[in-house]
């Protein structure tokens, strides 16, 4: 893509030994993979991935920015749920996948200040590369309590305390489905001279027919996430007592699935630049989809989780009190003024305040109220 910024000669090496290894895969796999294997391996191989290599995906030298990295504000007032938890049930912070490390600074420093630290804050981060910037992080800005910070390659087997997963599930391999005449195909892919498009008819009679009775027009194309709803699943598994909170983009299931939607949601990151082909410099770019928060509320309640909430992003920031901290600033400071602006992103309903919603669960979780960012404007009817 010529508006693109041009990767360095190093990077298109690395680029290439993942495109190598996923010709591989389809060559052993008779020629076809579904997409969900493909953005797998583009994302994850080891040691080629986008997540499991070496280069910086967040903040300015990176591909994109998430809400942590904009300003404290955001972790500092997921606190307040996350101290309510651990109140209610004590054990463990558990962080899936926290990128650069801001977030758990945030978390930690703020529950520091109220009094709530957990008994551990565990990180499960799949990428060593990450692992070590979160560690250096965490050690320079937060060195007395490092000792408290575990991280682990796999779940836990128990867990007990409140769970947070930032933009996490889109992530997620999906697959990608479209509509042809009567039938729903699934879009994979192959090697003709390079990475192509293939289609076969879509095995899973569930999805079928859940799709079909939408009545979504010929030609729809759109993705399902059979993984993402099974992670949310294997957490409820594992879950003791406690809660989980997931931050993300995406809407539920009227919205997602909107006839003028018909080229479903599947978007690439690259040097700040977003674009839809998940083909270009794979190993470079993020892959990601926006979250169908229908089928993971139904995959959690049928898992045994308790929704606690389902809400826009500005509504849940504003419940859990980022405006009172917003304010506790030094007025007509640069640090005052920086801070209001990344706010006003984060709540802004043309910026991330409407698109990145907010959903909630619990198992075994007696409060006296609310959870704090579920009480001003819960949407959990339009599940």
Same mark, same amino acid.
């Given at each position: 893509?010529?508006?693109?910024?041009?990767?360095?000669?190093?990077?298109?090496?690395a680029?290439?030994?993942?495109l190598?290894?996923?010709?591989q895969?389809?060559?052993?796999?008779?020629?076809?993979i579904?997409?969900?294997?493909?953005?797998?391996?583009?994302?994850?191989?080891p040691?080629?991935?986008?997540?499991?290599g070496?280069?910086r995906?967040?903040?300015?030298?990176?591909?994109?920015?998430?809400?942590?990295?904009?300003?404290?504000?955001?972790?500092r007032?997921?606190?307040q749920?996350?101290?309510? +938890?651990?109140?209610?049930?004590?054990?463990?912070?558990?962080?899936?996948?926290?990128?650069s490390?801001?977030?758990?600074?945030?978390?930690?420093?703020?529950?520091a200040?109220?009094?709530?630290?957990?008994?551990?804050?565990?990180?499960?981060?799949?990428? &060593?590369?990450?692992?070590?910037?979160?560690?250096?992080?965490?050690?320079?800005?937060? #060195?007395?309590?490092?000792? *408290?910070?575990?991280?682990?390659d796999?779940?836990?087997?128990?867990?007990?305390?409140?769970?947070?997963?930032?933009?996490?599930?889109?992530?997620?391999?999906?697959?990608?489905?479209?509509?042809?005449?009567? &039938?729903?195909?699934e879009?994979?892919?192959?090697?003709?001279?390079?990475?192509?498009?293939?289609?076969?008819?879509?095995?899973?009679?569930e999805? +079928?027919?859940?799709?079909?009775?939408?009545?979504l027009?010929?030609?729809?194309?759109?993705?399902?996430?059979?993984?993402?709803?099974?992670?949310?699943?294997?957490?409820?598994r594992?879950?003791? *007592?406690?809660?989980?909170?997931? #931050?993300?983009?995406g809407?539920?299931?009227d919205?997602?699935?909107h #006839?003028? *939607? %018909?080229?479903?949601?599947?978007?690439?990151?690259?040097? %700040? %630049?977003?674009?839809d082909?998940?083909?270009?410099?794979?190993?470079?770019?993020?892959?990601?989809?926006?979250?169908?928060?229908?089928?993971?509320?139904?995959?959690?309640?049928?898992?045994?989780? +308790?929704?606690?909430?389902?809400?826009?992003?500005?509504?849940?920031?504003?419940?859990?009190g980022?405006?009172?901290?917003?304010?506790?600033?030094?007025?007509?400071? #640069?640090?005052?003024?920086?801070?209001?602006?990344a706010?006003?992103?984060?709540?802004?309903?043309?910026?991330?305040?409407?698109?990145f919603? +907010?959903?909630?669960?619990?198992k075994?979780?007696?409060?006296?109220?609310?959870?704090?960012?579920?009480?001003?404007?819960?949407?959990?009817?339009?599940?």
């Amino acid at each position: 893509m010529a508006s693109l910024p041009a990767p360095t000669d190093e990077q298109m090496r690395a680029s290439a030994a993942l495109l190598a290894h996923i010709r591989q895969c389809i060559d052993q796999q008779s020629g076809w993979i579904s997409f969900a294997d493909y953005m797998r391996l583009a994302l994850y191989a080891p040691g080629l991935g986008y997540y499991s290599g070496g280069s910086r995906k967040f903040g300015a030298a990176g591909d994109f920015v998430t809400a942590p990295e904009l300003t404290p504000l955001f972790g500092r007032a997921l606190a307040q749920p996350v101290a309510a +938890v651990l109140e209610a049930v004590g054990g463990d912070v558990l962080e899936i996948g926290a990128g650069s490390g801001c977030l758990a600074v945030d978390l930690l420093a703020e529950l520091a200040q109220m009094g709530r630290l957990p008994e551990r804050y565990l990180i499960l981060e799949l990428s &060593a590369e990450l692992a070590q910037r979160q560690r250096e992080r965490i050690a320079t800005q937060l #060195p007395d309590l490092l000792p *408290r910070v575990v991280w682990l390659d796999r779940l836990p087997e128990q867990f007990t305390g409140c769970m947070v997963g930032n933009e996490v599930l889109d992530a997620m391999p999906c697959r990608l489905v479209e509509r042809r005449g009567d &039938a729903w195909l699934e879009r994979g892919v192959a090697w003709d001279k390079g990475l192509v498009w293939r289609t076969r008819p879509l095995a899973d009679i569930e999805y +079928v027919q859940h799709l079909m009775g939408m009545d979504l027009p010929d030609g729809y194309l759109t993705e399902i996430q059979p993984e993402a709803c099974a992670f949310v699943a294997t957490l409820a598994r594992i879950t003791r *007592r406690g809660a989980l909170i997931l #931050p993300d983009y995406g809407f539920a299931q009227d919205e997602y699935y909107h #006839p003028q *939607r %018909h080229r479903g949601t599947l978007m690439c990151h690259y040097r %700040h %630049h977003a674009h839809d082909d998940p083909f270009h410099l794979p190993g470079l770019e993020d892959i990601t989809t926006h979250v169908d928060f229908s089928a993971i509320w139904r995959a959690g309640d049928a898992a045994g989780w +308790v929704l606690e909430g389902y809400t826009a992003q500005s509504s849940f920031l504003i419940d859990a009190g980022v405006l009172d901290l917003l304010s506790t600033l030094p007025l007509d400071t #640069p640090a005052y003024f920086q801070a209001a602006a990344a706010t006003q992103k984060l709540l802004g309903p043309a910026e991330m305040g409407e698109l990145f919603k +907010v959903i909630g669960f619990s198992k075994e979780l007696a409060l006296a109220a609310l959870l704090p960012g579920f009480r001003r404007d819960d949407r959990s009817a339009l599940l």
